[in-house]
């Protein structure tokens, strides 16, 4: 099993940076077997959107929304997944998720929920303008 936990949440003006972070942690094994890791949010109302993914070889995926102001990244050594968030809009409001997936590439299916089988329980983010 995995444990994912997300911290880093906050709250920023219209224009500010944050990073979110994501731990990972569990058995050796099913730590191996992650090739894909993503980001999803969720604003209140709305449904759940994947806004970026990076497989372990550093391929890295975004959404429409977010490509050219977030950057996601992942520290292997540390477990760590990362998401580097600037020019920050009031429509970033969400809380925000990490994903991982066992036994298969992001590719594709990044922004896409039914791929992942291990979730973080989120972080708020707040955008204030």
Known sequence: Q???VE???GSV???GSLRLSCTVSGDIYSIY???CMGWFRQAPGKEREGVAGIDTDGSAYYSDSVKGRFTISQDNAKNTLYLQMNIMKPEDTAMY???ARSG???RVFFAREY???YWGQGT???VSS
């Open 7 to 9: 911290s880093g949440g």
């Open 104 to 106: 298969g590439y992001c």
């Open 33 to 35: 077997s992650i090739l």
């Open 13 to 15: 003006q219209a224009g």
């Open 2 to 4: 995995v444990q994912l």
């Open 115 to 117: 791929y992942y089988s």
């Open 97 to 99: 998720y990490c994903a």
């Open 124 to 126: 708020q983010v707040t």
